[in-house]
């Protein structure tokens, strides 16, 4: 499928962690301003705020509540600490429910003090025990799976073939898979999978940046796109080629990009979308 050329914002998503400085109301604005459609709110935001009127803002401004980032987190040799998680889980699912959010990204964790088999046995269990609650407020739970790199606390869900596997397992309109650029562009079976995911109706979300070479900090150095070497138009032409018609989510992490003039980030994340993506 030939990448054709973004030529407007009608699909452009932000999260507010790639804005960073920005308060939750100061990105609303600026958002809104820029032309911008779609939001995604990382839960840390929202602490201390009315849930409920802050998704009444947001939408006043004109933007569409994409996502709540994140839940997930699942296991760890404490059962205690497992309990907890999923108590915070169900919180998650409840803060999306009042901000008037359809999906919750799941970041599924992982503890090094055990095994990969055993991590994922966890977060499969933790899903299982999230999605009867999911189903009542009718959240998705979107799986996200992360570069290998975050295979020891972050993730034990590495490959989109593995969190196909988890979605499938469940085969719960409200279980799919959050396709991310930066922790997948690498895998030789991606275009595959993501055909797998959208033909089961699991594509539910898809995040863009940029992987910069060298990369100088294992989390907080992305890049816009274009600044790297992620081929971010051939994966959205897959992802478009597999039925997805939902927004395109900039989700940027840059101790970098955080320490520059944001109206002006702002600016370059726009350009960027158009023509590297």
């Keep these: ?9 009608s699909k ?4 507010t962690i790639t804005t960073k400085p920005w308060k939750i109301e100061e990105a609303a604005e600026n958002f809104s301003k820029a032309g911008v459609k779609g939001i995604s709110v990382w839960r840390e935001t929202l602490v201390g705020r009315d849930i409920m009127k802050t998704g009444e ?3 006043s401004n004109g933007l569409e509540i994409v996502s709540l980032v994140r839940g997930g987190f699942f296991p760890s040799i404490s059962s205690g600490k497992r309990k907890k ?3 915070d889980n169900r919180n998650a699912i409840e803060e999306a429910a009042s901000l008037g959010c359809p999906m919750l990204v799941l970041v599924c964790g992982a503890d090094p003090a055990q095994s990969l088999e055993i991590s994922r046995s966890q977060i499969k269990e933790g899903i299982r025990i999230l999605l009867p609650y999911a189903e009542e407020y009718n959240i998705k ?10 295979a020891d606390t972050r993730s034990a869900i590495s490959t989109l073939s593995q969190a196909n596997d988890l979605a499938e397992y469940f085969n719960s309109p409200l ?4 396709v991310d650029v930066y922790h997948l562009w690498w ?4 275009e595959y999978q993501i055909k797998r995911c959208g033909a089961n109706g699991h594509l539910f979300a898809f995040h863009i940046c940029d992987w910069l070479s060298p990369t100088e900090d294992m989390l907080n150095d992305r890049g816009l796109m274009g600044e790297g070497c992620i081929p971010v138009g051939k994966i959205r032409s897959w992802v478009e080629k597999a039925g997805f018609t939902g927004f395109h989510e900039v989700e940027i992490f840059s101790t970098k990009h955080w320490t520059e003039d944001q ?15």
């Design 57 to 59: 803002l947001l939408r």
């Design 141 to 150: 739970l979107a799986i996200e799976p992360l570069h290998p790199m975050y």
């Design 263 to 277: 109206y002006q980030f702002l600016k370059n994340i726009k350009k960027a979308y158009l023509e590297n993506s």
């Design 175 to 178: 279980v799919g898979v959050a």
């Design 12 to 15: 452009l998503c932000i999260h």
């Design 1 to 9: 499928m030939k990448t054709g050329r973004l030529t407007d914002f």
């Design 187 to 190: 895998d030789p079976d991606l």
């Design 85 to 87: 998680v999923i108590e």
